[in-house]
C-alpha cells in the first residue's frame, strides 16, 4: 500500500520521462524495504502530491561511494527530509566518435532536479578520458565553488576557531586547459580572465554573504604580478562591492592570505577568487579543519547545482564499512540549505557534529574505531530523539 | 711600518679570539658561498665588498638603515653604495641605475618595492630587476626559531623556486573587451637549470629529499614539463630522494604535517605561495629571510617580499629577516665569521620574549631589538682593537 501511495505521490508530482520514471520507482521499492539501518519515518512519502517534496539526483561514485552515500540517505530518512533521491551512474560512455562522453542520464535527471549530490569520482586512467568532475562542471556551468570550512569540535587540529568560506570562480582562470607548445622546450598555458565569469562569482559572493550573516568579502588576488588579469578581476569585485555596501569588502594579496591564514585564520570570513587561487587556498583550509574527509563543497551553477564530497574513492577500504560519511553529510547540509530546507539541514548537521564532539562513536579517521553503519546509526538516533 | 704590523697584530688577534663554534652558525646548517663567476662580479676594494642597498617602500628603509648600523658594530668588511629605487620613482633612469649599480658590485641588499597595480603604466621594478638580472633561483630557508611562538617547533625545509618565468612572465593582453588573457611560459632550459641547483644544494648539504610541485593534472603541458624536467635530473643524484605532489595538496600538507618536507622544488607562483606559507608556519613574515641567486649576482630580501606598509614610521616592524639575509649575504661573500657573529646574536635575542616585537607577540620596539643585539655584539668584537691606538 506505501508503494502504491509513492506511485501516486510520484505521478501527480513528476515530469519524468516514462523510462526514467520506471528506473527509479523499483528503487525507491527497494530502498523502502531495505532500509532496516535507521528506523524510518516514511510519513512524508504518503502525503500524496505535496509540493515539498523535492526530487535530487544522486551520483553515488565509486570506491566508498555508495556506502556514504546511502548513509546520507539513511540519515536524511530518520530526520524527515522532503527529499527523493534519483541515483545516476555517471560512467563514461564511448560516443559514436570514440570519445568517452558522460551518459545521457545525467542530463536528463539534472534537467529536471536542478540540484545534486555527488560522491568521490575515479576518472579511468587511459586515453579519451577527461576529468569527470571537469566534464560535470562544464556540461552545467557550475561558476562557483564554494568550501565552507568550520573547525569541527571533537576533532582537535592545530587551528582552532576557523570559520571561513572560500568562493572559487570554477570555469575559466588557469584551468582553461589552453597550452601550446611554441618550439620543443617552450611550453605556454593561458590564463583566462572573462568580465562576465569575474562579476558572476563575485554576485554570488556577497549574496552568499548576505544570505549567511557573513560580514566581509576578501578578493584575493595577484595584480601585482598579473596585473591585466586579476587586475580585471579585482575591478569586477569592486565594482559588485560598491553595489553592496552593507558587506564589508577588502582585498588581499594571495601570499599575504596564505602567510597570515597559518598564524590566525580567525581573522578570515569570506574569501573570493580566481579558479587556481581558489583550489589551493581552499584545500589549504580544507587542512586547516581537518582534512578532505570532514570538508564539505558545493558548486553553483546557473542552472542548479551540484554538491559534492572532495576526498578520493579510497578504494582500500571500499566495501568494509569503515568510510567516514561526514564530508558527503555537511554537503548534503548545504544542499538543504540552498534548497531553502534550512531546518532540516541545522538538525541533521546538529546531530552529526555532536556526534563527533561527544567522540564515542567515530569512524577510523576520526580517531575511533566504530564502523560507518555504527556512525550513521548514532547520528540517526541523535537526530530522532 | 709600526703602524702597518700593529693592523696586522690586531687582524690577527680578533680573528684568533672570535672563533665562531659550531652553534654559532645560528640554526644554520649550510652556507651559499658564491661560484667563482660570482666571485668575479663581486666589487671587492682594498679588502672591502661593496654592496648596493635598494631600500624600497615601506619599512625597508628603516630597517636598512639598522642592517648598515649592526654592521658597523660588528665590523663587517662591507660599503653600501645607496640606490634610490622606490614606488616613487618611476622614471625608468632610477631602475637602469640600480641594475647597472648592481651589475657594478655583483651583490645586493634590497627592500620591497610596492607595486601600484592600478596604475596601467607602472611596472612591477621587483620583477624587472630580477629578470634583468637573471636570478633564476630564489631561496627562502624556513626552520624554527628557538624561542618564538609558532605552531610547530620542528620545521626544517628549504624552499627552491625558479625566479624568473612561468607565471610571472608578465605577457598579458586584453583578446577582446572584457576577456584577458596571461601567458604562463615554462621552458625545459629553465626547468632544468633550476632542478639542477636543488639537486645540486641538496647533495652539498645533507639534504635527502627533493619534492617537485606542481598541478600537472590540470596543466598538463607547462607542468608536466616542469614535472619531466625534475625527473630527468633526478635521474643523476641516485642518493637523493625525489618524489612529487600536486600544490593543493602540498598546500593541505603543508599545514597539516609540514615536518614531511626536506626540499621543494617549484614554478614561480606555488613557491610564492608555499614560501608564504612556510613563513606563516615558522613565526610570520619578519622573520625569515631570502635570496635570489642567479650566475652572476645575487640580491638579498626578506622570504616573503612584504614591504611592511602599515608598519612604515610605527618602529614596531621586526627587523630579523633583514638582518638574516643579510648574514646569509656576508656569507656568499666569504665573511662566514662575522656573519656567524651577527647570525648568533640575532637568534640570542629574538629568543627571548622581551626583545620580540609584536608581529612575534611581544611587545619591543625595533630600536629595542636592534640595541639588544648590539649589546649582545659589543663584548664579542671588543678584541678589535681600537683601544690599541
Known sequence: MAARAIRTAFSQINSVPKSHGQGVLPFLQERFLESQSCPSNTRQYSS??????????????????????????????????????????????????????????????????????????????????????????????LYANVRPCKSIEGYKTPYDEVDLVTIRENTEGEYSGIEHTIVDGVVQSIKLITETASRRVAEYAFKFARDNNRSTVTAVHKANIMRMSDGLFLKCCREVASKNKDIKFTEHYLDTVCLNMVQDPT??????????????????????????????????????????????????????????????????????????????????????????????????????????????????????? | MAALTRRLLCNTAWRQTVVPSLSSFGNRNYTINATEQQVLSCAKYGG????????????????????????????????????????????????????????????????????????????????????????????????SFKGVNARYDDIDIVLIRENTEG????????????????????????????????????????????????????????????????????????????????????????????????????????????????????????????????????????????????????NIANPTGMLLASCDMLDYLGHHNVGALIRESVLDVIAQPQHQTPDMGGQATTTDVIQAIIDDIKPKTQTRLHSAE
Open chain 2, 167 to 314: 607565471e610571472y612572465s608578465s605577457l598579458e593582453h586584453e583578446s577582446v573587451t572584457g576577456v584577458v588573457e596571461s601567458l604562463k611560459i615554462i621552458t625545459a632550459e629553465k626547468c632544468e637549470r633550476i632542478a639542477r641547483y636543488a639537486f645540486d644544494f641538496a647533495a652539498r648539504n645533507g639534504r635527502k629529499k627533493v619534492t617537485a610541485i606542481h598541478k600537472a593534472n590540470i596543466m598538463k603541458l607547462a607542468d608536466g614539463l616542469f614535472l619531466e624536467s625534475c625527473r630527468k635530473v633526478s635521474e643523476d643524484y641516485a642518493d637523493i630522494k625525489f618524489s612529487d605532489m600536486i600544490i593543493d595538496n602540498a598546500s593541505m600538507q603543508m599545514v597539516s604535517r609540514p615536518q614531511q618536507f626536506d626540499v621543494l622544488l617549484m614554478p614561480n607562483l606555488y613557491g610564492n605561495i608555499l614560501s608564504s606559507i612556510a613563513a606563516g608556519l615558522v613565526g610570520g613574515a619578519g622573520l625569515v629571510p631570502g635570496m635570489n641567486v642567479g650566475a652572476k649576482y645575487a640580491v638579498f630580501e626578506s622570504g616573503t617580499r612584504n614591504s611592511g606598509r602599515s608598519l612604515k614610521g610605527k
Open chain 2, 48 to 143: 672591502r665588498h661593496c654592496v648596493t642597498l635598494m631600500t624600497g617602500d615601506g619599512v625597508g628603509p628603516e630597517i636598512l638603515t639598522h642592517v648598515q648600523e649592526i654592521f658597523r658594530y660588528a665590523g663587517a668588511p662591507i660599503d653600501f653604495e645607496t640606490v634610490e629605487i622606490n614606488s616613487s620613482t618611476t622614471d625608468a633612469a632610477y631602475l637602469e641605475a640600480a641594475l647597472l649599480s648592481v651589475q657594478r658590485n655583483g651583490v645586493a641588499l634590497k627592500g620591497n618595492i610596492e607595486t601600484k597595480f592600478d596604475d596601467a603604466e607602472f611596472r612591477s621594478m621587483n620583477v624587472a630587476l630580477r629578470s634583468r638580472l637573471d636570478l633564476w633561483s630564489n631561496i627562502v630557508w624556513c626552520r
Open chain 1, 267 to 385: 581573522q578570515f570570513d569570506v574569501l573570493v577568487m580566481p579558479n587556481l587561487y581558489g583550489d589551493i587556498l581552499s584545500d589549504l583550509c580544507a587542512g586547516l579543519i581537518g582534512g578532505l574527509g570532514v570538508t564539505p563543497s558545493g558548486n553553483i551553477g546557473e542552472d542548479g547545482a551540484i554538491f559534492e564530497s572532495v576526498h578520493g574513492t579510497a578504494p582500500d577500504i571500499a566495501g568494509q564499512d569503515k568510510a567516514n560519511p561526514t564530508a558527503l553529510l555537511l554537503s548534503a547540509v548545504m544542499m538543504l540549505r540552498h534548497m531553502q530546507l534550512g531546518e532540516y539541514g541545522d538538525r541533521i548537521e546538529k546531530a552529526a557534529l555532536d556526534t563527533i564532539r561527544e567522540g564515542e562513536v567515530l569512524t577510523g579517521d576520526l580517531g575511533g574505531e566504530a564502523t560507518c553503519s555504527a556512525f550513521t546509526k548514532e547520528i540517526c538516533r541523535r537526530i530522532q530523539s
Open chain 1, 48 to 141: 500524496a502530491g505535496s509540493a515539498s517534496i523535492q526530487k535530487v539526483t544522486m551520483i553515488p561514485g565509486d570506491g566508498i561511494g555508495p556506502e556514504i552515500s546511502q548513509a546520507v540517505k539513511d540519515i536524511f530518512e530518520a530526520a524527515g527530509a522532503p527529499i527523493i533521491w534519483e541515483d545516476v551512474d555517471v560512467t563514461p560512455i564511448k560516443g559514436p566518435d570514440g570519445n568517452f562522453h558522460l551518459p545521457q542520464a545525467i542530463f536528463d535527471s539534472m534537467a529536471e532536479t536542478k540540484m545534486g549530490l555527488k560522491g568521490p569520482l575515479a576518472t579511468p586512467i587511459g586515453k579519451g578520458h577527461k576529468s569527470l568532475n571537469l566534464a560535470l562542471r562544464k556540461a552545467f556551468s
